[in-house]
């Protein structure tokens, strides 16, 4: 009993010394240095997507466009140009999602039953096969490009949806599989040991208990792979960099830097129309994220 006090008041220590840490005018000072510098880039790509005037771009700064007597250069005529049929990157836009989506979904389901499998079944070699999954985390994505183009194009899936999503979900799946383990080892094993007095196997169990209390794990891994999958560069180049009918809007975006780096105005408008759907997820879904991460953080 003396050891559980002591452990419950070292855990309050922590979690004071934390608050004190995070609450202190520094950390303040830090937060604000941070979101101003994050902030002042991103607005100045938004108002440069809004300039009209193509050589006023290239020659003065994009505050400058703020001054009263510069205000008749905005114009929507960079976005309508860079979603028309020569850029086509409203095309794209569409093809982010459709890569993006399932990516995250098939990872999110097959990590669940995988995670309840290390959590709460006994099975021999549990440990050595979670430590397994855990370390392939650690393997660069660049030396599997070859092997898995090669096998691609074996099972005839060269050119389809599938070469990004089975990538996007292998790729992701020991992360997944790590972050709800953790956070499904957290839930109160009494809470388990009653359903199945009632009578619920590992399916009820699963459904009933576990998923509904998986919210925050579950948003804050698939905030994470959203923001990867929709701004990745590498996998969509390697599997669909020649494919414009599956490309993302990352590979489009990469062909106009290098045939039109010049064409500021263009790459400001693609640039943020890439850039506004995960600003929107994640601060929509911030708090899970924050709640997932900051799982287990403090366990005595």
């Known amino acids: 009993m003396k050891t559980k006090e002591r452990t419950l008041t070292r855990r309050e220590r922590r979690l004071e010394d934390a608050k004190t840490k995070l609450t202190s005018p520094w950390a303040s000072v830090v937060a604000i240095v941070l979101a101003i510098a994050w902030t002042v880039p991103t607005f100045g790509l938004l108002v ?42 409203g095309e794209y836009f569409v093809n982010s999602f459709v890569v993006t989506i399932p990516s995250v979904l098939i990872p999110i389901c097959l990590a669940l039953l995988a995670a309840y499998a290390f959590a709460w079944i006994e099975f021999p070699g549990r440990n050595a096969l979670f430590i397994a999954v855990f370390t392939l985390q650690v393997v660069p994505i660049q030396v599997t490009m070859i092997p898995l183009l090669t096998q691609y194009v074996k099972w005839g899936l060269n050119g389809s949806y599938w070469v990004l999503w089975l990538s996007h979900t292998m790729f992701g799946l ?49 905030i994470f792979q959203f923001l990867w999958v929709w701004n990745d560069l590498l996998v969509a180049l390697a599997f669909a960099g020649n494919t414009p009918d599956i ?10 830097v290098g045939s039109r780096g010049s064409a500021w105005h263009l790459l400001s408008a693609g640039a943020f129309i890439s850039m506004v759907v995960p600003m929107v997820v994640f601060l929509a879904l911030q708090r899970f994220f924050v709640r997932g991460l900051l799982a287990g953080s403090v366990k005595g």
């Open 174 to 222: 020991p992360l997944a599989i790590f972050l709800l383990h953790n956070f499904m080892r957290e839930i109160p094993k009494e809470l388990v040991e009653a359903a199945r007095v009632d009578g619920a196997g590992h399916v009820g169990v699963f459904f009933r208990v576990i998923l509904p209390l998986m919210t925050p794990a579950i948003a804050s891994f698939g």
């Open 247 to 256: 490309a993302p809007l990352t590979a489009r975006l990469s062909d106009m």
């Open 48 to 89: 440069t997507s809004f300039r009209g005037n193509r050589r006023a771009i290239s020659t003065t700064g994009w505050w400058q466009a703020l001054l009263p007597s510069n205000w008749g250069d905005f114009s929507l005529v960079n976005y309508e140009t860079a979603l028309g049929e020569q850029n086509r990157l």
